[in-house]
């Protein structure tokens, strides 16, 4: 891959934004999080309600990003993927490679312990605010919004090195 496309990708952002706007969520080139929240949005949910508003923008930001990653590389081959022929060990690898990252599922907890994000197997985000978080004296929109990009970013990082770890033992070790 030239450097150009190793830049792009390394650019390539993600935005995604609740049903009702209250969460605007925000993947960098690098997956690092920005979680902000409309004004008034803590006081219009509460914990579960918030959790699944933060799942619905985080979902469609990762979906948004990988839209653009998949628009990247389909420049760089020059079109879309070339289907393998089906058997081949090249395809039996891809396939074992792609059932393996489809089962990942990885939960990573705020440093404060406030909010969980559990990215599942099959791409199904959950995001839980822990039960009276809301009500927390203290806990605002710029605290709430670094847990759950911490949350979101570590649960990121988790599943990235998984993959990266499927992706030796698939094509590096000649299983």
Do not use: C, W
């Amino acid at each position: 891959m030239d450097e150009s496309a190793v830049e792009r990708l390394r650019r390539v952002a993600g935005t995604g934004e609740s049903p009702d706007g209250s969460v605007r969520v925000t993947l960098s080139g690098q997956g690092a999080p920005k979680v902000e929240f409309a004004p008034g949005a803590l006081r219009q949910h509460n914990d579960r309600s918030l959790g699944i508003a933060v799942a619905s923008a985080l979902t469609e930001a990762i979906s948004d990003r990988q839209r653009t990653v998949e628009a990247v590389l389909e420049a760089v081959r020059d079109g879309p993927p070339r289907p393998d022929v089906p058997g081949t060990r090249v395809m039996q690898r891809r396939e074992l490679f792609d059932g393996a990252v489809g089962a990942i599922a990885v939960s990573a907890i705020s440093p404060r312990g406030q909010v969980t994000v559990s990215l599942r197997a099959g791409g199904e985000i959950d995001v839980q605010v822990r039960q009276g978080t809301l009500a927390l004296v203290g806990v605002g929109e710029a605290g709430l919004a670094a847990e759950v990009a911490a949350a979101t970013s570590a649960a990121l990082h988790e599943r990235n090195a998984r993959i990266l770890q499927i992706h030796k033992d698939v094509y590096r070790t000649g299983r």
